[in-house]
């Protein structure tokens, strides 16, 4: 069986949602994924097109009155199946993350106590601004989708992502203690 990339896979995931066009796969990413999965249309396009190449959809052309003529993807059943097979694969490796604040921190000897103080202060206040977002998906969902099979997985998801971020703030607070304490 073929392997296929990450992007591939994850458009072919929300081919199993209502998102049937390129613009419509975008916008469902910017409201979901694009908090810990990040792609662009210029990823989007030739991605469809190869998916269509290989089998996995079929395209037709939607019209509607007064709009351009566009593209809908739908999965094939062979599509479908790549999809499954690669849900029910291990997974290969733990994720890398790459933090820039972290970066610049491990190099902080290098850059003034009030710099680092600030950096961690403003990455914090990010860090808050991320959780209300994560806050207000959440209640999106339970309001606009509480009976939609996939809702209970998305939450899943953002509940990981409410977690990773509260243990940062908390990180944080740790760190401006510690360098505050340096301070004195």
């Known amino acids: ?21 390129g613009y419509s796969i975008k916008q469902f990413i910017d409201r979901s994924l694009n908090h810990f999965w990040k792609i662009s249309y210029g990823q989007i396009y030739p991605t ?8 996995l ?5 939607s019209s509607n009155p007064g709009k351009p003529d566009k593209n809908e993807y739908n999965l094939t ?10 849900l029910e694969q291990p997974m290969k490796q733990l994720p890398i993350e790459r933090n820039e604040i972290l970066l610049k921190l491990f190099f902080g000897r290098y850059q003034s106590h009030k ?21 207000a998906i959440e209640q999106s969902i339970m309001d606009f989708n509480p009976n ?25 607070e740790y760190t401006l203690d510690k360098l505050f304490i340096k301070e004195e």
């Open 148 to 172: 939609d099979d996939d809702a209970v997985y998305w939450l899943f998801t953002l509940d990981y992502g409410k977690r990773t971020t509260k243990a940062a703030l908390e990180w944080c």
């Open 1 to 21: 069986m073929t392997n296929y990339n990450d992007t591939t896979y994850a458009i072919l995931g929300i081919l199993t949602t209502d998102c049937k066009s």
């Open 77 to 86: 059943s062979k599509g479908r199946d790549v999809l499954k097979n690669w």
């Open 48 to 55: 469809l097109k190869f998916i269509v190449q290989e089998g």
């Open 115 to 135: 710099k680092t103080v600030s950096l961690i202060q403003n990455y914090k206040q990010e860090l808050e601004k991320r959780y209300q977002t994560y806050v």
């Open 57 to 61: 959809a079929e395209v037709q052309i």
